[in-house]
């Protein structure tokens, strides 16, 4: 199982998803994606695009300035 | 055989516009669907040849609101529309067309455009391969 911190602090809509999807790219089952984001639309977007890819939004939290998003890759075809 | 997606249609060549067609086609990648974009009126010159390269057109009016937009945007990293879509075509297979009426109306030709622009076509190739697509106009 291997984590992906992904930081996308300072880009905004659609950047922190576009930067999410590149580490997704990478990942496999069973992995998880850490994103660090504050663009305001960072997590309504992740948890949309968890229930449309079937992957689970796992939580998010504010640490400083910022969200961190966690997301489990579960929807990946093998 | 038409595949659902999303069909936008770009129809001024504004700053703001081309910011939203930015972020609507890299979402609509993102997200894993087939985009088209239909390119025609004042959006046209902007997908020339190096078109994006030469000055923005501000909506008349909005000069103060724009200057505060485009330097927010260089703020947030804001990749610029046109990259935008260049990962579009490259990453996530979008195609560009060209409105036939309007091109052969300024005598422009397929070489005269972007290289990211896939063909000139007619309204109606592109309605029925956007077949059961969203379509938004901008």
């Given at each position: ?5 992904v930081?996308s602090?300072g880009?905004a809509?659609?950047?922190p998803?576009?930067?999410?999807l590149?580490a997704y ?5 069973g ?7 504050n663009?305001?639309g ?11 890819t079937?992957?689970?939004f796992?939580g ?8 961190e ?10 | 055989?038409?595949e659902k997606?999303?069909?936008?249609v770009i129809s001024?060549g504004t ?6 067609l930015?972020?609507?086609s ?6 894993g ?9 004042t959006?046209i010159?902007?997908f020339?040849?190096d078109?994006y ?15 505060d ?30 409105c ?8 422009i030709?397929?070489k ?11 309204a109606?190739s592109?309605?029925i391969?956007s ?8």
């Open positions: 199982m291997t984590t992906f911190n930081d602090r880009t809509c659609p950047g998803i576009t930067d999410l590149r790219k990478k990942s496999q089952n992995d998880t994606i850490i994103l660090l984001a663009d305001p960072a997590v309504p977007d992740t948890k949309t695009w968890c229930e449309m079937k992957n689970e796992a998010s939290k504010q640490v400083e300035d910022a969200f998003i966690t997301v489990k890759v579960a929807s990946k075809k093998a | 055989m038409a997606g999303v069909s936008i001024s700053e703001e516009k081309m910011v939203m930015g972020v609507l890299q979402t609509t990648v993102n997200l669907m087939q985009l088209r974009i239909f390119v025609t009126g959006a010159p902007l020339l040849k078109g390269k030469k000055h923005s057109v501000v909506p008349a009016g909005f000069d103060g609101f724009m200057k937009l485009r330097e927010g945007l260089a703020k947030v990293k804001f990749e610029g529309w046109h990259e935008l879509l260049q990962n579009c075509v490259k990453d996530g297979g979008a195609k560009i067309y060209v036939s009426l309007m091109s052969s109306a300024l005598n030709q397929k005269d455009l972007d290289p990211m622009v896939d063909d000139l076509v007619g109606t592109f309605m391969q077949g059961e697509s969203q379509l938004m106009v901008l």
